[in-house]
């Protein structure tokens, strides 16, 4: 059993940096292909980033050349960086784990404003 635990959103300005972390319980860390969603109010739940076991990432054309997708195998934990932050970012990013089956954190917020 895997469980994913989010944190480091908040409040942030436009044009300013978060890093999302994301730590999973288990032994299973390093087989996991992990990824990054998010939902803003009223849209659906959309791919931001995602990484492989192998540690090759993919970025949604949205994000790309802003979001920076890492994973860390001794710590059991994905980052995601975020840089150049847009309102448009502003939602609530979920962590995602697979291997053989699915796993969600419980989201956390992210809110660029003025």
């Known amino acids: 059993q895997v469980q994913l635990v989010e944190s480091g959103g908040g409040l942030v300005q436009p044009g300013g940096s978060l890093r999302l972390s994301c730590a999973a319980s288990?032994?299973?860390?390093?087989?996991?292909?992990m990824a990054w969603y998010r939902q803003a109010p009223g849209q659906q739940r959309k791919l931001v980033a995602s990484i492989s076991s192998g540690a090759n990432p993919y970025y949604a054309d949205s994000v790309k050349g802003r979001f920076t997708i890492s994973r860390d195998n001794a710590k059991n934990t994905v980052y995601l960086q975020m840089d150049n932050l847009k309102p448009e970012d502003t939602a609530v990013y979920y962590c995602?784990?697979?291997?053989?089956?699915?796993?969600w954190g419980q989201g956390t917020q992210v809110t660029v404003s003025s």
């Open positions: 288990g032994s299973i860390f390093s087989r996991l292909f």
């Open positions: 995602y784990g697979m291997y053989i089956r699915e796993y």
